[in-house]
């Protein structure tokens, strides 16, 4: 009998322990602000570089990399990556298919000076930045940054 009243006593327990449990894990998944959410920004010089409408002139100077942007809009971690230039022409005639190069062999860079990319690439190049084992956390975790070259005369 004592036996059945404390197996009694565990369920009633573990009966109000679920629902608890339940509206615990609920309210901490509420409290993450999903606006805060994670992602990978191209940076010059800590300078946010925006790709779709943002260039490179042959002649730009400063350090490329890839951080964390968080919502104070600050580079915060920084992510390795590669380099990939996908010339446009060759011998000075524009190429219907453009060939893509690995910058040193596809070597892995937590940061580089941009003028030491831009003594292999001539205007109407693009750089593709592409990130290197990155975490789901960011939104973008896939995204390759491509920029384009210009002549510092436009």
Known sequence: MKKQH???GILNCMILLIPFLAMYTTSKAERIDPTDKR???LFINDKLINPATDSLEVTAKGILRLAELHTRAQPQETIKFRIQIRHAS???VALLFPWVEEYKSGQEFMTIPVDEIL????????????PVSTDAK???SGRQFQIRVISDRC
């Open 6 to 8: 404390i197996l009694i």
């Open 39 to 41: 992602t990978i920004e």
């Open 90 to 92: 060759f011998a000075g």
């Open 119 to 130: 003594q292999k690439v001539k205007p109407g190049d693009q750089l593709i930045i592409i």
């Open 138 to 140: 960011y939104e973008n």
